[in-house]
């Protein structure tokens, strides 16, 4: 069964085409990896499949339903380029109003829960103003791990992360892939992210140049995939 | 029921870090104030005068106030992006923008409940009416105002000029509700009660409620992802 499928998706600034005509599909625990340059479109391509902006033309469904019902974005889980974390909360604080916002059985035990699993427990009490960076990035991994998403969608996932949370959230990310979980995530780390990758997906801008599985060659030379099918 | 948890888990976090934080409300309440004791000062407060101006001296003191606990109710979500994991959460966008509306109202009934008594020391006035009119008819204006100015908030928040573009736009949709807290303000502070003329003030109050509750929730969703 598919659990991501975009069809024939345009995304208007203005008169501008940021994304033209983008169709592919994402089977139930594969691992997309969006590549593209900066500007190409990966960033509004995730905003839309994560129900935070609308496209001009064509639709996304998340396991058959609109991307954008409460029930979609209930399976989905977003990291993105900021932390989405209160500052003037606790770390507890913070994931347990996620929970809630989620519809968490127990808020409190996940909350808990998750702040061990990324090395938070000791700062619980804590507020988000007074963390490290790194801390503060394990935090936001925890929040768009909590409600344990059928489908995560990291957009640029390993960049400033310390290497502490780089580790955390490449063990989640195994253990998410291996759980059948369905990833999909822009990065510029081509070796990360082809190492994880079962599929591919090249955007130019705003086209898709190259969508298939990840092949051995890819693997051996990270850069083969834009050189064939990247801009000249 | 579970619309209602979401309203109240989003208001009470607004609630809890404007507490922490206490910017707006520090803003506001020291606004509220100086404005209050400075024309205390401009105008001579005897009786009969006080009582002509009262409501609208205090209605313009609390909707200036005011603007600067809406401006911060959408802007206090661009921090880190918190915005995004709002809106991605399965949380619908209406009940996000009536869980910042009741925060937004407590907030503002907690500074007009500052500034009344003030008022009332300044300008040597007194409530003739029943105090919980009173506070029935502020808390109707303000849920007007809080209705309108978080749903503004939520339109102007990307605007590198919100704390000047949210008062021009949200003033002169303001005015038919500050009229009659105006109108019915003023009564309550000279007159024992509303009499039947008066009714149609407080009516008109609850229909402009009524009407922008109504629009703000059924737009939010719109103006939040566009």
């Known amino acids: 069964m598919n659990a991501v499928a975009a069809a024939r998706i345009w995304k208007f600034y203005g008169d501008y085409p940021a994304l033209r005509e983008i169709s592919f599909e994402v089977a139930e625990g594969r691992c997309l990896a969006l590549l593209g340059r900066n500007g190409a479109g990966k960033t509004t391509m995730l905003r839309i499949l994560a129900g935070l902006s609308r496209a001009s033309k064509g639709q996304v469904t998340l396991f058959g339903k609109d991307a954008a019902a409460a029930e979609s974005r209930s399976r989905i889980g977003i990291l993105g380029h900021g932390i989405a974390v209160y500052d003037e909360l606790s770390a507890l604080e913070n994931l347990q109003l996620f929970a809630r916002l989620y519809g968490l059985p127990r808020p409190a035990e996940t909350a808990l829960a998750w702040l061990e699993k990324t090395g938070l427990e000791r700062v619980k009490n804590g507020l988000v103003r007074e963390f490290s960076r790194g801390m503060r990035q394990r935090l936001a991994v925890a929040r768009a791990f909590l409600h344990n998403p059928s489908v995560l969608l990291l957009d640029e996932p390993f960049t400033a992360l310390d290497d502490r949370a780089i580790a955390v959230l490449q063990g989640l990310l195994v253990e998410a892939r291996d759980s059948g979980r369905t990833i999909i995530m822009s990065t510029h780390q081509l070796r990360e992210a082809l190492e994880l990758a079962t ?34 | 029921m579970r619309y209602a948890r ?59 106030a005011g603007a600067l606990i809406l401006n911060r109710s959408f802007a206090r979500e661009l921090q880190n992006d918190c915005l995004d994991a709002l809106l991605a959460s399965p949380v619908p966008a209406s009940a996000l923008f009536l869980g910042k509306s009741v925060a937004n109202l407590l907030l503002l009934l907690a500074v007009e409940l500052v500034g009344l008594p003030v008022f009332l020391v300044f300008y ?5 009416g029943s105090f919980w009119t009173l506070f029935g008819v502020m808390a109707l204006a303000t849920w007007g105002l809080t209705v309108v100015g978080t749903m503004f908030s939520a339109l102007t928040v990307n605007l590198r000029l919100r704390e000047l573009m949210l008062p021009m736009l949200v003033y002169p949709l303001m005015i038919p509700c500050l009229m009659a807290a105006i109108q019915l303000t003023t009564v309550l502070l000279g ?11 407080l009516r008109f109050l609850v229909g402009f409620d009524v009407i922008f509750t109504a629009l703000a929730v059924a737009l939010v969703d719109t103006v939040l992802v566009g």
Do not use: H
Request: charged letters at 20%; hydrophobic letters at 50%; proline letters at 3%.
């Open chain 1, 199 to 232: 599929d591919v997906a090249l955007i130019n801008r705003g086209r898709l140049a190259y969508c298939g599985e990840r092949t051995g060659e890819m693997l051996a030379d990270p850069t083969w995939l834009y050189r064939n099918y990247g801009e000249a």
């Open chain 2, 191 to 201: 007159e024992p009660s509303l009499d039947a003329g008066q009714m149609v003030w």
């Open chain 2, 6 to 64: 979401q309203i109240l888990t989003v208001a009470f976090k607004d609630l809890r870090s404007e507490l922490r934080t206490k910017e707006a409300v520090n803003a506001s309440v020291s606004f509220s104030l100086v404005i209050l004791i400075l024309f205390s000062f401009a105008f001579d407060p005897s009786a009969e005068s006080t009582r002509e101006f009262s409501g609208g001296l205090l209605w313009i003191v609390f909707a200036f």
């Open chain 2, 124 to 128: 040597n006035a007194r409530i003739v």
